[in-house]
């Protein structure tokens, strides 16, 4: 299944770190494994990625999800967007990341989306103080469909 994630309203490219450290190349990514791949400016209109998702039926009848991009045990997998500053020489330094969560998107909508062979995900990339969004994402700072 294609799973593509859709980022809107990013927080910019710079940041200051709960340290008090000053990030000033702020990208996001997705974590492909322990590797953030796809990077996207902080300061960018907006995101775009695009994940190879397999899903199977477990025995006791309830979806399932593999691939590089997912995270997690049984029941509990997720996609992670990993924050971090990217410095002079091009290292990507992580100082946080978003979990969108497989398990809380809608049974109806997900088996939906595993027949047609697509699910849309829009996530709100700046949390409730103006820094990069991270901990588990819920709505309405993400939204599921067909798109």
Known sequence: MKLVLVGTDLPGRTFCDPDGTPL???????QIRTEPKHLVRGDAADA????????????????????PAVHGK????????????????GAFHMFR?????LNRV???LMRDATTRGHLTARVQLTDDRGGP??????????TWNLD
């Not at 000033?24 to 997705?30: C, L, Q, S, Y």
């Not at 029941?75 to 020489?89: E, P, Q, S």
């Not at 990341?97 to 969560?101: D, G, P, V």
């Open 24 to 30: 000033d190349n702020v990208h996001v990514g997705v």
């Open 48 to 67: 775009r990625w695009q994940l190879e998702i397999e899903t199977t039926t477990d025995s006791d009848g309830q979806l399932d999800f593999r691939g």
């Open 74 to 89: 049984r029941g509990d997998r997720f996609i992670y967007l990993t924050w971090g500053n990217v410095d002079d020489a």
């Open 97 to 101: 990341r978003a979990k969108l969560m």
């Open 106 to 108: 809608d049974p109806g």
């Open 133 to 142: 969004r991270c901990a588990r994402v819920d709505p309405p700072a993400i």
